[in-house]
């Protein structure tokens, strides 16, 4: 089965190419967007950080005056970039100012070990990297720099960035947060990257050069650095705006995403500067202050993990907290739990829409309508300008039978190029056919008459339990519903006589204890999916962004 979406004719009416699927976003570069947008909205606040305002002109000055530095390092266009950055004012002008000087960005997790960091930094072979002058971050970037061949680092004073207020705060107070920037020669202050001359234009061919090298967080094995075009990213930017019937009317959005990962990446920083809109940025995600940031800037709309939503709910402060501006929340890189779902529209009276994406596909691929008639469970539906398909999940080269869940694959022009120096985990990720290249997405889903996908489980994470198949997920959806369970994972764990059984691991919001949770939940679900236990925990393992990671539990549990 194949389907593109329905509602196109409608979200692509604003574009000039609605011609062909693959058409209505004509090739974009980054750096051409961010122009523009810096030409439209000049004075207007990009970014709101902590309080204090920085313009479209202000970002792109600097952004120029980056580029401009880099060129006079000797960097040149195909040289890779690191970012190793919170979300701070600065991850802005340094993202778009690599690529002005026409280089590949590479984003690194501020929570990455220095062997993490090494790794990544030898794989994508960056010459520099970007960083804070944060106790945290510093002295794993130092040990990185004289570890691997990166040639310099560039570090920024935080305090440099914060309203006048917290920046006295933190000179009296934060001594400990900061670490002292050293004086060496491979080591430079980010104001001094900003005194050079204008920087040398440098010609993007945006379908072509590679604007950013996402490592994939990855369920299995090394993470792999996905190429992601200029026209990758921009072009799913555009879909985002597309699909907001709101779009150009007045546009904050909560920075409470990392801007490391392509969901934020995408979602808050790229989607914002093609509407014309502003950033309430936060260096991280804390739930009281998330709180009070979206009360204080009336923020409109809130994109997050299913865990951001659920520690927001659990804070005393939701119950005092305005929500009367908030227009839409979006839930992305994991599924949305419905009785989270419900309990957060009930207390927000927002409502909360789930998407789909991947690093392969630059963010995001498809999503429930903001307004209209939204199939609570799925993933919505493609986005404008993007096809999906179900594969047979034992040959990838046929369609999967009709009404049999297959393999989810996707085309569109968000999708990737491939890994970086990967070339056959990149051939195995696209399914060469006769109608066209189409990533493989390794997640089980089935497509209504309307378009609606719904994720089954990942094709990976299938118990095998005596011959038949058990989808973790629908075991986890079944164990949600109980009222004192907050948090559930099922894996396989070995069975001497079939194979593997599930086992259920859960966090509670209330009284019950693993025997009886047990018992209730194997009263509601198949034979052949009844756990074996149910397991009681204090936290379950969460990723860089805070989803629950089945593939961490199953680390240390050594399975």
């Not at 801007?259 to 093609?274: D, P």
């Not at 709910?313 to 839409?328: E, N, Q, V």
């Not at 209209?372 to 493609?382: C, D, H, L, S």
């Amino acid at each position: 089965m194949s389907v593109n979406n329905p509602a196109a004719e409608t979200w692509l009416a604003r574009y000039a190419h609605p011609c062909d699927w693959h058409l209505p976003f004509p090739p974009l570069a980054l750096t051409e967007m961010f122009a523009q947008a810096a030409v439209r909205h000049g004075p207007k606040p990009l970014v709101d950080f902590l309080g204090r305002r920085f313009s479209y002109a202000e970002l792109y000055a600097q952004s120029r005056a980056f580029a401009a530095g880099l060129q006079a390092l000797g960097l040149v266009k195909g040289d890779r970039l690191g970012l190793y950055l919170p979300n701070v004012p600065i991850y802005v002008s340094a993202y778009y100012g690599a690529m002005l000087a026409g280089l590949t960005v590479v984003n690194f997790s501020p929570l990455y070990t220095p062997e993490e960091l090494a790794a990544q930094v030898k794989d994508s072979g960056a010459r520099l990297l970007v960083t804070i002058d944060s106790a945290a971050l510093l002295p794993t970037a130092l040990k990185v720099l004289d570890a691997t061949a990166l040639e310099q680092l560039v570090v920024a004073p935080l305090g440099t960035m914060l309203p006048p207020l917290k920046r006295l705060a933190l000179a009296l107070l934060g001594r400990k947060a900061l670490t002292p920037i050293p004086l060496r020669s491979d080591v430079r202050r980010w104001e001094s990257m900003l005194g050079h001359s204008q920087p040398t234009s440098v010609p993007l061919d945006p379908e072509h050069d590679l604007a950013l090298l996402q490592y994939t967080g990855g369920t299995t094995g090394a993470p792999k650095g996905a190429m992601l075009t200029h026209q990758n990213i921009s072009a799913n930017a555009r879909q985002v705006v597309a699909i907001d019937p709101k779009a150009g009317q007045r546009d904050m959005i909560m920075g409470v995403l990392p801007l490391f990962h392509v969901f934020a990446n995408v979602c808050v920083l790229n989607r914002t500067v093609a509407g014309g809109g502003c950033i309430a940025m936060l260096p991280r995600f804390e739930a009281k202050q998330a709180l009070k940031t979206l009360q204080r800037v009336k923020a409109t709309a809130m994109p997050g993990v299913p865990t951001m939503f659920q520690a927001l709910l659990d804070h005393p402060g939701m119950a005092r907290t305005d929500f009367s501006s908030l227009r839409i929340c979006i839930s992305g890189g994991a599924p949305l739990p419905l009785p989270l779902k419900a309990k957060w529209e009930a207390q927000s009276g927002s409502r909360l829409v789930e998407g789909y994406g991947l690093t392969e596909t630059s963010g995001v691929a498809s999503t429930n309508p903001y307004e209209g008639e939204e199939r609570v469970g799925t993933i919505g539906q493609p986005l404008p300008g993007t096809r999906m398909k179900l594969l047979d999940r034992e040959d990838p080269s046929r369609d999967a039978p009709h009404g049999v869940p297959g393999e989810l694959a996707i085309q569109g022009p968000q999708v990737m190029q491939g890994y970086w120096q990967r070339p056959e985990a990149a051939a195995a990720a696209f399914a060469e056919r006769s109608d066209g290249r189409w990533l493989r997405t390794g997640d089980v889903a089935t497509i209504d008459e309307a378009g609606y996908a719904r994720i089954v489980d990942r094709i990976k994470d299938m118990i095998a339990v005596g011959g038949f198949k058990v989808f973790p997920s629908q075991v986890e959806a079944v164990l949600l519903q109980h009222p004192a369970v907050k948090e559930a994972l099922v894996i396989g764990v070995p069975d001497p006589y079939r194979g593997e059984s599930p086992r259920a691991y859960v966090t509670l919001s209330g009284e019950a204890s693993g025997a009886e949770l047990k018992d209730w939940l194997n009263a509601r679900v198949g034979k052949h999916e009844r756990v074996d236990q149910v397991v009681v925990r204090e936290a379950l393992p969460k990723t860089m962004i805070g989803k629950l990671d089945r593939k961490g539990l199953r680390e240390e549990l050594g399975l």
